[in-house]
């Protein structure tokens, strides 16, 4: 079942068919739907440790965007970023609802893990498009970090499988 | 060439050679050597957005070593940790001299993605051999925790390499 915070989106193998401005605009969408997402995510779990490294993924999906808009503003200098209607993969939206229990967050952090995982492939098309060694050096660096992110919620989703185990292990001191 | 922050260790296959309690005691040993070389370069480094990325990398680290510590005590209660003189892949120790510009950076970075890469290997290695789902549960945390470090760390690297676009696209705001 698909959560409400979610839509499918489109699939990968139709990006060429948008041209590199509306592909950044959904880059650049695409970030900051992760930020609310897990901006509001982490307003709804109670666990420390889990919070922060919601929060951290949060502030990273900011400066994302952050550099996304400054790549955009290189290519297409004083035009207003474009936002097309489609999304790729899974659209993450702001939790509004309440979670009950470790099942709901469980569940959220599954469809996070896939959009950072095609949010990773996206990149990687994005990078035979562009042009200059540094645009594509730019789009390996995301890219990358969100393969980054992709493991870091792997993780914490193993660990969270075990709900005793995660509280006991989570509460160890530094 | 290796630098002097760096010892070769150990190849992944001699794993098996070693009882748990001693691949435990590697593992301990070698997440306080990855957050002392962490500390210490992050000390040397003056980019902010670098420097904040490898001192949450030492955080990381020394979380590691808390989570491993405690399995350890629920494993071999009351024993002391067994220290092994071996190593499993690059040791990374602390960075005592001073850095000269981006090469220097570039060079112990690469190292640590090399560490990261292992480290996580050395994991999936110790999962195999540990017997309940617990363990083996902490050992796929441990292990996806690194391979979100070594993409982290490959993702920097990547824009390091062109150090005048690092330097442009770190100063963005969020």
Redo the contacts between chains.
Sequence with gaps: MVPPELEEGLPVEKIRDFPLEELLGMAIKAEVGARKFYESLAERIEIQALKDKIV?LA?EE??HE??L??MYESMFPGKEVIYPEEHIGPELQPVARELHGAEDILELIRWAIRAEDIAAKFYAEIENLVDT??KK??M??????E??????L???Y??L??WE?YSQ?MH???
Tied chains: 1, 2.
């Design positions: 951290w502030g900011g400066k952050a550099l808009r400054k060694d540094d050096r730019l390996r660096y995301l890219g990358d970090m393969m980054g992110h992709y493991y870091t792997k993780a914490e193993e660990l499988l075990d185990m292990m160890v001191g530094p």
